[in-house]
């Protein structure tokens, strides 16, 4: 399963946001989130932008998406921003890195009832164990392991099996690399889903908040034969789908 992540690459435009939403729901993709960060967090980096979207533009998302069996979900990281959408139907969460100790917000979600995908980007293992026994039920629960380096040393893909039996939850993989090459790498550990942050065109030679690590709408199709590809080597192939890395190779 692919997950689109749309983040806050709209640049808070809703011509520019709906322009993601139009291409998913005319694609095979049947999962795509979008973002919301802290008025902190857009001030200090963005200082002229709004990225807010009003919440109508939401709602019909969620409602396009249900009436192509498609779903919408919402990647949240702070209670007051959230406040403001919470009472939309999101089919899914997910909880960014930063807050996965943030108990009033993972309770807001938990509430919900809805599937969350917990990003690890900044999780020890008691953090992102605090985080789970904060939630009601492990049901819904999904983790998805994140390096935020582009050096493939810090890549570290052998901590998704150790994750997966420590807290016996499906664990994924949030795509945060310079390049396609950890996405291969990280399907040999059998992941049963990827999140992947997409950009539409450049615009004055604008950079998106997410830039490196996205992939242009125009160039997905190729990504995804390729990862079919990765997946049809291993399914055919005759040796242990998990590759034991020597930690002597240097790229």
């Known amino acids: 399963m692919i ?25 095979d993709f049947e999962y795509l989130t979008f973002q ?28 396009k998406a249900k009436n192509k069996n498609k779903k919408i979900g919402l990647a949240v ?20 890195g930063i807050s996965i100790n943030n108990y009033k917000l993972i309770d807001m979600l938990s509430l ?11 999780g020890t293992d008691n953090k992102i164990y605090n985080c789970i026994k904060r939630f009601n039920s492990k049901n819904k629960l999904r983790l998805i392991y994140t390096s935020m380096s582009y050096e493939p040393k810090d ?7 150790y994750l997966k039996k420590k807290f016996k939850i499906p664990v994924g993989y949030g795509h945060h690399y310079k390049d396609e090459t950890a996405i291969f790498c990280a399907k040999t550990f059998n992941i049963p889903f990827i999140f992947l942050y997409v950009k539409n065109f450049k615009k004055d030679n604008r950079k998106f908040p997410d830039d ?9 199709n190729i990504l995804i034969n390729k990862i079919r590809c990765v997946e049809i080597f291993l399914k055919n192939s005759k040796i242990n789908t998990t590759i034991k890395i020597d930690e002597k190779i240097r790229f």
Do not use: M, W
């Open 3 to 27: 997950v689109l992540e749309v983040g806050i690459n709209h640049f808070g435009s809703v011509s520019q946001a709906k322009s993601y939403l139009n291409f998913f729901l005319k694609s």
């Open 36 to 63: 919301i960060q802290t008025e902190k967090f857009y001030k200090k980096f963005f200082k002229k932008i709004n990225f807010e979207l009003p919440v109508k533009f939401y709602f019909d998302a969620i409602e």
């Open 77 to 96: 990281c702070d209670v007051n921003s959230f406040k403001k959408y919470e009472n939309l139907n999101f089919d899914f969460y997910k909880l960014l």
């Open 212 to 220: 490196k690590h996205a992939f242009f709408i125009k160039d997905l």
């Open 155 to 161: 890549l570290n893909l052998k901590r998704i099996n």
């Open 112 to 122: 919900k009832k809805k599937e969350v995908f917990i990003s690890l980007a900044k």
